[in-house]
């Protein structure tokens, strides 16, 4: 009988599906922000959600940890692009239709695989380990701001292309780990890290794009190459430390994510094509079938995890080592997710406003972007004191259990997410799509409220067995290899049914191929 049975089965299927709805909603977000940022929400929101449901005291105590390792980990697949992916399976050709789901399953398999790993590491990894990043990604995360303001990224960027990709931002982390690691030799377990993810990414790009001329979807970018070669240096580095538990984790989600991604995509089809009820029933047209492919897309990808995390891992992985007290790797977790993640993304909704006309460019003589970042500011210097005041007395407002501050860290994640996309589309909301979309959003975000106030009450887990994550028993099953192998198939299947519901190409399609190849 499968783990997710074996301990108060009806909780830890609600919290399967706690998760399954978080993911969704925050990829929904994701796919109106955008980008590295964009996915940092939804990446935080399912490690919330996994920590909350997993009735573990000790993770609980690590939330804000996870919740960061979660943002972090989702960030990496960001850079991707698949937009011109889903054109591919809008073509009428079977060739390319195949090759767009392929595409897609890959770019979800690496963006999940990868998140899925960073975000084992949360709860494999001793305090002493997580602790030691603080310092190198706060001077990382300098680097890129100073890089990005400056414009040399841009300005780089532009003078050696190569392909459109990040090299930019991976050559700077490799150069911040290894002038980091001889400034502070301690910091080495996580700077090697960061080097070897770098090193990875670098490896990558140079073999399948440079060397093999691999383009997935040209002229657009090629950092899904980069990214293989970082999720394969991920494995290694995981190995090598013997996180067997981790390298499950990162199985999980490769396959949970690719399909995610797949099925997702499918759905749009349907929904594009008008097959179908959908056809026939004016009510369902014109319903921004994209959208409901992203959230979708989170969905099925945060079921997955969910069931890697919340099935064998929580019940049988023994508990990370606590061997030191808490040093400064909350407070940083805390300002990225309240300050950094949340400017990130909702400075965006300042630029949407101005390009709309519903604000004015000055008041009172001074340049509107001016009032929005004093108040920005304000608000910044609030959360940093509160952060800065809770580490040193703890603030009564905060809740003194882990689990309640959990449980509000959450919340204010998924609300001020929920806020702030619909503070921004509110100008376009009398389009019945969009409506539709961000009623699915207040509908999502109630109904992941509720699962949580039923889900963290009191601690619920009952170890079946205490095994480290260096245990065998987390060595990837046949089962799991089988099952893979099923994909070949999925993949045919989508790209046959997607085909068989329109004759001409959709609206948005592209052409991998020539007409003549395909054919």
Not at 212 to 226: A, E, K
Not at 446 to 458: E, Q
Request: hydrophobic share 50%; glycine share 12%; with cysteine.
């Amino acid at each position: 009988m499968s783990d997710l049975h074996k301990t108060r089965p009806s909780r830890t299927w609600l919290a399967v599906i706690l998760a399954g709805l978080a993911m969704s909603v925050g990829w929904g977000f994701r796919g109106d922000y955008g980008h590295e940022a964009g996915a940092m929400v939804p990446g935080a929101l399912l490690g919330l959600a996994i920590c909350l449901g997993s009735g573990r005291q000790d993770w609980w105590r690590r939330a804000t940890v996870m919740a960061f390792c979660g943002a972090v980990g989702w960030a990496f697949g960001g850079q991707m692009s698949y937009g011109r992916v889903i054109g591919y399976t809008a073509s009428s050709s079977f060739a390319n239709v195949l090759y767009g789901y392929a595409s897609l399953f890959l770019i979800g398999a690496l963006w999940a695989g990868i998140g899925s790993a960073i975000l084992a590491l949360s709860v494999t990894q001793s305090r002493s380990y997580l602790e030691r990043f603080a310092g190198p990604l706060v001077v990382l995360w300098l680097v890129w701001l100073g890089l990005d303001l400056t414009g040399l990224t841009d300005r780089w960027s532009d003078q050696w292309h190569l392909h459109d990709t990040d090299w930019v931002a991976a050559s700077s982390a490799l150069v911040v780990a290894l002038l980091y690691a001889l400034a502070r030799p301690g910091s080495w377990s996580a700077c090697g890290l960061i080097a070897t993810l770098a090193v990875g990414w670098w490896g990558g790009h140079l073999l399948l794009t440079v060397l093999l001329g691999l383009h997935m979807t040209p002229p657009r970018s090629d950092n899904w190459s980069g990214c293989v070669g970082l999720f394969v240096a991920l494995l290694v580095y995981l190995m090598r430390r013997g996180d067997r538990a981790a390298v499950r984790m990162a199985a999980f989600g490769f396959l949970a994510g690719g399909i995610g991604f797949a099925v997702g995509d499918f759905v749009n089809m349907l929904g594009r094509a008008g097959w179908g009820a959908i056809g026939r029933y004016e009510g369902l047209q014109g319903l921004d079938y994209w959208k409901w492919m992203e959230q979708l897309f989170g969905l099925v990808m945060g079921l997955g995890v969910a069931i890697g995390f919340l099935g064998r891992l929580r019940t049988r992985l023994a508990p990370a080592e606590e061997d030191q007290s808490s040093g400064w790797l909350n407070t940083i977790a805390a300002v990225f997710l309240f300050v950094v993640m949340m400017w990130t993304n909702l400075a965006k909704n300042l630029r949407t406003w101005a390009q709309s006309d519903h604000i004015p460019e000055t008041f009172f003589s001074l340049d509107t972007n001016w009032w929005f970042l004093a108040v920005s500011g304000l608000l910044a210097v609030v959360v940093l004191l509160a952060i800065v005041r809770h580490r040193g007395t703890a603030l009564r407002f905060v809740p003194s259990a882990s689990v309640g501050r959990a449980q509000l860290l959450f919340l204010l994640i998924l609300w001020v997410a929920i806020l702030g996309a619909f503070t921004q589309a509110l100008p376009r909301v009398a389009d019945r799509g969009v409506f539709f979309v961000h009623t699915t959003f207040w509908i999502t975000g109630g109904l992941c409220s509720l699962l949580l106030l039923y889900l963290s009450v009191d601690p619920w887990w009952h170890p079946a067995a205490a095994l480290g994550a260096e245990d065998a028993y987390w060595t990837v099953s046949l089962r799991y290899w089988l099952s893979s192998l099923l994909v070949p198939l999925l993949l045919l299947t989508l790209a046959y049914l997607t085909v068989s519901s329109h004759t001409d190409p959709l609206p948005g399609s592209h052409l991998r191929f020539t007409e003549t190849v395909s054919q």
